[in-house]
């Protein structure tokens, strides 16, 4: 048994620990940049995929760079394996959008980044495009992909009809069965309650090193890497292992080793109870 064991972040406990807004069989997950990312199939409005972020301790995605943009949308489409029909989105042009973490809701034009929707985030954007009233431009050179940015000149987002406030990922170009407003992974703003997917990018740890001493010394927790164990050399009341999904895998009180090379390779959270704390790691087992 060769297992290589890494410790990547720290996550202090929340209460309710794992949320219950999303069946954990409609999730993928995947990482980029060492982030993790969900990309959750069961369709909701906007403010309700915001809300599910958050309660799982994230945000619907924040797309910073061409990079990012490309691993979510390879995401969605190769790993999700999300088809480019799955529905159909009238005030979009007639195609399957997934939520993005970023919207105008509280100022008309004004685009924030705030995919827990607390009403603050970082304004990318001002504006609208071509197909809108054309005075559209990006806050500090930040990264966009709106409909039409692939010609060089966005048409979206354009605020058509009304009420287009939140942002989407298009899964085809649009209007239905043309390019003409946008590519394939360009962004809509489209009407907030629109029933879509969502991505969810993971709040994350500071550093990958000092939270691993932190494991190591104040917990008191070893992985054995030839036997494929974990070694608890402290005094604890409850030992719980959850795979990425909060599905409870097992639990242990008295334990001194534990067994863990039958999890199959994957991200693990291991929360630990004494007679004073909780406290809940992540670990990535490969
Ligand atoms: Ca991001
Ligand atoms: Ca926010
Ligand atoms: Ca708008
Ligand atoms: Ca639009």
């Not at 740890?205 to 001493?213: G, K, Q, R, T, W």
């Not at 164990?229 to 409850?238: F, G, K």
Request: hydrophobic share 35%.
């Amino acid at each position: 048994m060769r297992l290589i064991f890494t410790l990547i972040a720290v996550y202090f406990i929340y209460t309710p620990l794992f949320s219950q807004c999303v069946d954990s069989t409609n999730i993928y997950t995947f990482t980029h940049n060492g982030t993790i990312y969900e990309i959750v199939k069961e369709a909701k409005t906007w403010v309700d995929a915001a809300a599910c972020a958050a309660e799982r301790n994230g945000y619907l995605v924040e797309i910073n760079d061409l990079n990012e943009q490309n691993a979510v949308y390879n995401a969605i489409i190769i790993g999700a394996e999300i088809s480019p029909s799955y529905t159909s989105i009238a005030n979009g042009g007639g195609i399957a959008y997934v939520w993005i973490g970023a919207n105008d809701q509280q100022t008309e034009g004004t685009w924030l980044w705030d995919g827990n929707n607390d009403n603050t985030g970082i304004n990318f954007w001002v504006g609208e495009g071509d197909n809108g009233s054309n005075n559209g431009s990006t806050i500090d050179g930040a990264y966009y992909n709106w409909g039409g940015t692939s010609t060089g000149s966005p048409n979206e987002p354009d605020n058509y009809g009304t009420g287009q406030d939140c942002a989407a990922i298009a899964l085809a170009g649009w209007p239905s069965g043309t390019t003409m407003l946008g590519i394939p992974g360009e962004w809509n703003d489209i009407v907030g309650t629109s029933q879509l997917y969502f991505v969810i990018e993971k709040n994350s740890s500071n550093s990958f090193n000092d939270h691993d001493n932190d494991l190591n010394e104040d917990l008191k927790i070893y992985p054995n890497l030839i036997e494929g164990t974990l070694i608890v050399d402290m005094n604890y009341e409850l030992i719980e292992i959850y795979d990425i999904n909060g599905k409870l895998l097992n639990t242990y009180t008295t334990s001194k080793v534990i067994d863990i090379s039958e999890l199959l390779k994957t991200i693990y959270f291991i929360r630990i109870t004494g007679d004073s704390f909780v406290k809940t790691k992540k670990i990535i087992l490969n």
